[in-house]
């Protein structure tokens, strides 16, 4: 089965240069993703954040079976100039968050992300109101793909607060693993809290 991909490529590098970073468990229960998001883990996730290092300095990463079979990246106080991701690819520059976007700019911001991690086809369908932490938000799924073909699913809630960002998009490829951890994924997505 060919997998490698331009994202298998980006993690592995990640993974080699990142030699002495430590993945660390993120067991059952409260896990403080950074200054001002809280969420509920319902069973054992692996954070990954120390690998990733393609990822902005205010998220955190988690991971079921490692970072190409399901990934859940939580933002924390974003604020103009930040970034979800630095892209590896010199085509597609980093998207910064700037102040004072509207909801539909957030979700563009979200999808620029997802396609400069190296991801193609990115879409973002049904966004829709919802609650991050008890602040209005806008929830969506994705859709995407590899330059290979593989097809990515996704989804996520983004919200401003006091012109912070805050943001959870779990991402996985659509053929088993996206489906297998969709139920603890909705109930993280229902148990972020803003501390911040």
């Known amino acids: ?62 991971s079921i079976d490692g ?32 102040a004072g976007m509207s909801a539909s700019e957030r979700l563009e911001f979200v999808s620029d992300s997802v396609a400069a991690m190296g991801y193609q086809r990115v879409e973002l369908v049904r966004p829709r109101a919802a609650l991050l ?12 793909s590899t330059s290979e073909g593989l097809e990515i699913k996704g989804t996520g809630i983004v919200a401003e607060v006091s012109g912070k960002l805050y943001l959870t998009v779990y991402l996985a490829p659509a053929e088993h693993y996206f489906q297998a951890s969709l139920p603890e994924v909705e109930s993280i997505l229902a148990s972020a809290r803003i501390t911040g």
């Open 1 to 62: 089965m060919r997998f490698v991909t331009r994202p298998l490529a980006a993690a592995l590098v990640a993974l080699a240069l990142a030699g002495c970073a430590t993945v660390t468990a993120a067991p059952a229960g409260r896990f403080q993703a950074g200054d001002g998001q809280e969420v509920t883990l319902g069973r054992m996730w692996s954070d990954i954040t120390p690998i990733m290092l393609n990822r902005g300095k205010k998220v955190r990463v988690l």
């Open 67 to 98: 970072p190409l079979l399901n990934a859940l990246y939580v933002g924390s106080g974003l604020v103009p100039g930040d970034n979800i991701v630095r892209s590896y690819v010199k085509e597609r520059p980093t998207p910064l968050m700037r």
């Open 133 to 144: 932490g008890g602040a209005p938000g806008v929830r969506f799924d994705l859709n995407a």
